[in-house]
């Protein structure tokens, strides 16, 4: 086990899947000052850790200028397709699939190319529509292509990179970009324009920065069964929206002992959609362990929890550290240029965050370690303090203006 490495305003989700846009469909039907507000495009999609950064910049885009025109680009059956609507925002489409691994194969060679050229196409029709006054990608490779026909066309294009180390698309996207946004200084230096950098953190969802009480979480997550027991401890299990098997496994062969021998114990255990069923059909019921395939009160779940046990996303990492949360983080090995280990192991060097790798994962030591942290309050605090100190829960905000002054300084000439 790698223990320590040295290394606005709030808004109602509308019940309301947009599958078009308003202003892109029926132009002739915006009003005078309509037109004149200042237009933003976002493109972000696939996974949580794209999308959620993207919706948090649009939360306090929003704040800033009530009448800013928003419209989010991604896929059709992608997670954004529900998640940006149920945000309040209108959602269009375009065709776009990931590059296979390695880059340079004959898939890629071969599919790749038409792929990307009917995504531009898209694309450009879409900003030739709606006239943006700025693009904003996230990350997933559906933003690659609108972000590229932004650049194309002339219009401005910033760029915020979640990962210590960046993929391809988004240090070929940076050449063209006006900004990059970045989460740690040590990413700076993966850019080959330094000077466009700014790095400002991770941007942390509007209802994570409120700080949910941590009683009204334990009554939604286990009802009576935990009212008059204020000494408990939580322990909130994150494998991501699509789930993690090899944590999955370990918790499986480890929740029923703990929870017998821990009267003051609850889990939360969040297994991912696709292992759900699995997971669930496995597992017995028991008052202190709430399961479910997906977590949608974040806000709760962070306030609720004293440990976190979750891989190491880039946002997921954020989260843990603007909720000040101890944390022992296991990295993914299926994520590209080994991303998930450096945000970890960044977190360990900044925040004492546990690191256990999955070579070294195995129930036995997953309990040793949830444990271990949680029977030293002198280390949770420690944890805590650590993870606080070194947040950037207002990143978004940050980007919202750098955003926002761009546009500006673009209406002035």
Not at 26 to 37: C, D, F, I, L
Not at 115 to 137: C, H, M, N, R, Y
Request: aromatic fraction near 6%; proline fraction near 5%; hydrophobic fraction near 45%.
């Amino acid at each position: 086990m790698l223990k320590a490495i040295n290394p606005h305003t709030s808004r109602s989700p509308r019940n309301l899947k947009i599958s078009n846009c308003v202003a892109l469909k029926n132009p002739e039907n915006q009003s005078t000052n309509a037109s004149a507000a200042v237009r933003i495009i976002l493109a972000a999609g696939g996974t949580g850790g794209h999308i959620y950064p993207a919706i948090a910049i649009a939360d306090d885009l929003k704040v800033l200028d009530p009448n800013a025109q928003i419209l989010f680009i991604g896929l059709e059956n992608g997670m954004e397709s529900t998640a940006v609507p149920t945000a309040g925002y209108s959602f269009e489409p375009i065709p776009a699939a990931p590059s296979g691994r390695p880059f340079v194969s004959l898939c890629n060679l071969l599919v790749l190319p038409f792929v990307l050229a009917k995504s531009l196409i898209k694309s450009s029709q879409i900003l030739k529509e709606f006239k943006p006054d700025i693009v904003i990608g996230t990350g997933g490779f559906v933003s690659f292509p609108i972000c590229l026909a932004a650049s194309l066309r002339g219009i401005k294009l910033v760029i915020q990179e979640q990962n210590s180390v960046p993929g391809i698309a988004n240090q070929v996207l940076s050449l063209f970009s006006y900004k990059v946004f970045v989460a740690f200084n040590s990413s700076v230096d993966r850019f080959w324009q330094k000077s466009k950098c700014v790095v400002c953190g991770n941007p942390v969802r509007l209802s994570l920065r409120q700080y949910a009480s941590k009683a009204v979480g334990r009554r939604h997550f286990f009802s009576n069964a935990v009212i008059g027991k204020g000494d408990g401890k939580v322990v909130l299990i994150l494998g991501g929206s699509l789930g993690a098997n090899a944590i999955n496994v370990a918790i499986l062969h480890l929740y029923s002992e703990m929870l017998n021998e821990r009267n003051d114990l609850f889990l939360i255990w969040q297994t991912g959609v696709l292992a759900y069923d699995e997971m669930e059909s496995l597992v017995k019921f028991h008052p202190r362990l709430y399961i479910t395939p997906f977590l949608h009160s974040m806000d709760l779940a962070y306030a609720t929890a004293d440990l976190i046990v979750s891989r190491a996303g880039a946002m997921i990492c954020s989260e843990i550290l603007a909720a000040g949360k101890p944390c022992i983080l296991i990295p993914s090995l299926d994520v590209a240029k080994g991303h998930q280990f450096h945000n970890a192991c960044l977190m360990a060097d900044f925040a004492d965050s546990r690191v256990i790798t999955e070579d070294e994962l195995d129930s036995l030591t997953l309990k040793n370690t949830i444990e271990e942290i949680l029977d030293n309050e002198g280390l949770m605090r420690e944890m805590s303090e650590r993870a606080l100190k070194i947040a950037k829960p207002n990143a978004s905000v940050e980007i919202a203006k750098h955003v926002l002054s761009l546009v500006n300084s673009s209406i002035k000439l």
